[in-house]
Structure formats: structure tokens, C-alpha cells
Nanobody, 126 residues
């Protein structure tokens, strides 16, 4: 599966953005999906993940209550809705897929995802 992320940009603190990750190929519905981010000088970290059917989700502690991951299998797209953005959310955001996931599985580490989008930059100004 090939992934194309979009939706990043410059936003003031407290604002909102919605990231999209469009997939091509016929296996999207069998993929567990995740959003990672990497800030300058920091490791890439998983901020949210969702299982194949959308029934299980994971959120990194610092984004709980502010970010929401969702997916539309018919549109082959996964979203990251980001509210109440903070300057520390500034990073390049990547979507990632595991195309061998069982129904209830989701992954939060880089090594568990073999397919990556190109990244989209989110900048939050104070």
C-alpha cells in the first residue's frame, strides 16, 4: 500500500488541523494504521493508532483528549483531527501502515509498520 499524507500547515496555538493520509492499493482495509511525528532533534514517536476496522485506538499521553484518529475504509483514508494545538506539537507528521494486521491489532512502534507516507509539516506558533 502506498500512502500520501497531507493537511499540514502553520497554525496558532489553540487552533486545529486535520491531517489526511490517502492510500492506494487494494489492501487498505486489512491495514492497521498509525500517525507518527518527529520534531527536530527528537525520535519519531507514535501519537495515534487505529486497528483495521477502527474499533481499537491508541493515543500518546500528551495528545489524549486533543487528537482523534479515524479511518474511512471505503475512501481508503485515515485522518488525524488535531485540536487545541500547542507549540510542542510542531513536527513532521507521518502516516504508517501494517498490512498484515489481524482485526484487533494496532502498533505503536516504527518497526511494526512497513509502509510510510512522505510526511507533512505541522507548525504551531505561540
Amino acid at each position: 500500500v502506498q500512502l500520501q499524507a497531507s493537511g499540514g500547515g502553520l497554525v496558532q496555538a489553540g487552533g486545529s488541523l486535520r491531517l489526511s493520509c490517502a492510500a492506494s492499493g487494494r489492501t487498505f482495509s486489512r491495514c492497521a494504521m498509525a500517525w507518527f511525528r518527529q520534531a527536530p532533534g527528537k525520535e519519531r514517536e507514535c501519537v495515534a493508532a487505529v486497528s483495521r476496522g477502527g474499533g481499537w485506538t491508541y493515543y500518546e499521553e500528551s495528545v489524549k483528549g486533543r487528537f482523534t484518529i479515524s479511518r474511512d475504509n471505503a475512501e481508503k483514508t485515515v485522518y488525524l483531527h488535531m485540536n487545541s494545538l500547542k507549540p510542542e506539537d510542531t513536527a513532521v507528521y507521518y502516516c504508517a501502515a501494517n498490512d498484515r494486521a489481524i482485526l484487533t491489532w494496532l502498533g505503536t512502534s516504527r518497526s511494526e509498520h512497513g509502509n510510510w507516507g512522505q510526511g507533512t509539516l505541522v507548525t504551531v506558533s505561540s
